[in-house]
């Protein structure tokens, strides 16, 4: 039995009436890997926004099971965060572990954990380094650590590698692939169909409505597919 984590059925997610999410339908269960293709502007990171409830849909839904939005962890868009963010590698880390709890102190324990997630990434050696002077890889490298002491059941990420070199773009999937065998639940949108599809279990290819959910396999064998990645 698959264990479905997360089930949007007919969603959709607007910008004053414009549909950029239109009627799409799709399942990720435990340990999935899913990763969303499409044409810039297609609605992927509307998508995962909404996903995120960081968006209200504007129609159908999206059930949690097991999982509240809060068990999602989220790496964003490498040109999207800041950067002017002053704080030490260590920091950023830890503020994984706010959730939606303010407080001011962190605990022994928080910090334990925020430092196995920095060395998980190979990172530990950057913890009292500035966040602000790392490379792009670096700091996605960050932030998916910071994402993984928020939850370790599922990571969503949007375009991790824009704008990172080759080599980096390739460990930074290896990584991801790792967590994935591990037991995490990959959600990430990608370009990189090279890295990204190699791994991933499902395709949801998007432009605005849906234009393919299934297996890799099933995707590699589809028209749209093939077309897609001529
Ligand atoms: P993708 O991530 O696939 O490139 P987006 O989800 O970012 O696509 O955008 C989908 C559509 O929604 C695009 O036409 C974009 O211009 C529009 N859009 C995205 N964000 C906003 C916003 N904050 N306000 C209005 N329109 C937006
Ligand atoms: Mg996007």
Same mark, same amino acid.
């Given at each position: 039995? *698959? ?15 414009? /549909? ?8 990720? *269960? ?9 044409? *810039?502007?297609?609605? /992927? ?9 960081? !968006? ?26 800041? $950067? ?53 890889? @670096?700091? @996605? ?24 070199? !080759? ?12 967590? *994935?065998? @591990? ?17 991933? $279990? ?29």
């Amino acid at each position: 039995m *698959n264990n479905t984590l997360i089930s949007c059925k007919n969603l959709c997610s607007s910008y004053e009436g414009f /549909k950029a999410v239109d009627d799409v339908s799709f399942e990720v *269960n435990e340990g999935d890997y899913l990763c969303i293709v499409g044409d *810039n502007g297609s609605g /992927k990171s509307t998508l995962l926004k909404t996903i995120l409830k960081l !968006k209200t849909p504007s129609g159908g839904s999206i059930t949690y099971n097991n999982l509240k939005a809060d068990d999602i962890g989220y790496v964003s868009q490498a040109k999207d965060y800041m $950067n002017n963010f002053p704080a030490s590698v260590f920091e950023v880390v830890l503020t994984g572990l706010l959730g939606s709890k303010f407080k001011l102190l962190y605990t022994k324990n928080d910090k334990k954990i925020a430092m196995e997630k920095l060395e998980l990434l190979g990172m530990e050696d950057f913890k009292s380094k500035s966040f602000n002077n790392l490379s792009g890889g @670096q700091k @996605q490298r960050v932030l998916l650590a910071r994402a993984l002491c928020k939850t370790k059941k599922i990571i969503v990420l949007d375009e991790p590698t824009t704008g990172i070199d !080759k080599e980096t773009t390739k460990i930074l999937y290896f990584i991801v692939e790792l967590l *994935n065998k @591990q037991g995490v639940t990959i959600i990430t949108v990608s370009h990189d169909l090279e890295n990204c599809l190699k791994d991933a $279990n499902k395709i949801l290819h998007m432009k605005q409505k849906c234009l393919f959910y299934g297996t890799k396999e099933e995707y590699l064998n589809s028209e749209i597919g093939k077309e897609y990645l001529k």
